[in-house]
């Protein structure tokens, strides 16, 4: 990674409480210009409420936001959505809009106050939806298409809304596999093209193939950051998500690879922890040098 490359976000330690509850805990994320940083841990880490505090969505008790340098707090909510876009993990339910419409509710930060969308908005639009592959759906209402399709609606929404900074909040959720791997490969691309992203990433396997930095939460603290090869090692797995693992690389891809072995309570009480953890650490990967960047 270019460590000289300018941060397009850096928030510094966040807290967020409900009702009493710490969901944040003093947490620091950076990502840089042309970043993908990857959001991993177990339910109730934390990701998805940091990245609705990063888009403004939520109120965070203390800490601080900077999005390309400017204060989130001293940000216009129109000059936050020109900056940033943020693809929720269940896509909502909009009863009576078709497809076209919803993405191009996208095009309102770069809209005068009423002005209607032109015809550069739905070309820019529609070629959002070629991006995602929806362009079928264009017509139908969101009620008519699978959860997969209206997810697929959603991150079309955003790709409109030609954002620098794209939150996306478990992107590939309802996905088949097919389309889990487009979105990410589109996602990869706008990366590799400028755009800055964080998403938070359910699979593993996925989050060390796509990503170039993971932040590994727990508790609604960070447990661990930095290069896949750096945070998934087969300790900081086991102590984030309770189970045994092997991490290799992957003879095909060249990324990481983990396989899950089972739950870390169960292998100590049978007398099998010994062997798993020797199985780890036979196929961990031993440092970067072995690794190809993730493609």
Do not use: W
């Not at 969901?23 to 210009?33: K, P």
């Not at 934390?46 to 888009?55: A, D, E, P, Q, V």
């Not at 269940?90 to 002005?115: C, D, K, N």
């Not at 609604?220 to 290799?248: C, D, H, M, Q, W």
């Amino acid at each position: 990674m270019n460590g000289s490359r300018p941060q397009a976000i850096s928030a510094q330690n966040l807290t967020h409480e409900v009702e009493g509850k710490t969901l944040l805990d003093g947490v620091d994320l950076q990502a840089e210009r042309g970043q993908l940083v990857g959001l991993i841990g177990p339910n109730g880490a934390g990701k998805t409420t940091l990245l609705r505090t990063i888009s403004g969505i939520l109120r965070y008790r203390q800490g601080s936001i900077h999005l390309e340098g400017s204060d989130l707090m001293s940000m216009s909510p129109k000059d936050a959505a020109a900056t940033l876009a943020l693809v929720p993990q269940i896509a909502p339910y909009t009863y009576g809009f078709t497809s076209m419409e919803l993405v191009l509710m996208g095009r309102y930060p770069h809209l005068g106050r009423f002005q209607i969308e032109g015809r550069e908005d739905d070309r820019i639009a529609r070629e959002a939806m070629r991006l995602t592959e929806i362009e079928q759906f264009a017509d139908r209402t969101l009620d008519t298409l699978s959860g997969g399709e209206r997810q697929r609606v959603f991150v079309a929404r955003a790709l409109a809304q030609q954002p620098r900074i794209l939150l996306m909040d478990e992107p590939t959720a309802n996905l088949d596999v097919l389309h889990q791997l487009k979105v990410l490969d589109l996602v990869r691309q706008l990366v590799d093209d400028g755009l800055t992203a964080v998403a938070a990433i359910h699979d593993l396997n996925m989050a060390a193939r796509y990503c170039d930095k993971l932040v590994l939460l727990s508790g609604g603290r960070v447990l661990a950051e930095g290069p896949p090869n750096e945070v998934l090692a087969p300790e900081t797995i086991e102590s984030a998500f309770g189970v045994k693992s092997a991490v290799y690389q992957d003879p095909i891809t060249g990324s990481l690879a983990i396989s899950l072995i089972g739950p870390a309570d169960e292998h100590s009480q049978n007398g099998t922890g010994l062997r798993s953890s020797a199985v780890a650490e036979r196929t961990r990967v031993p440092d970067s040098h072995g690794v190809k960047d993730p493609a």
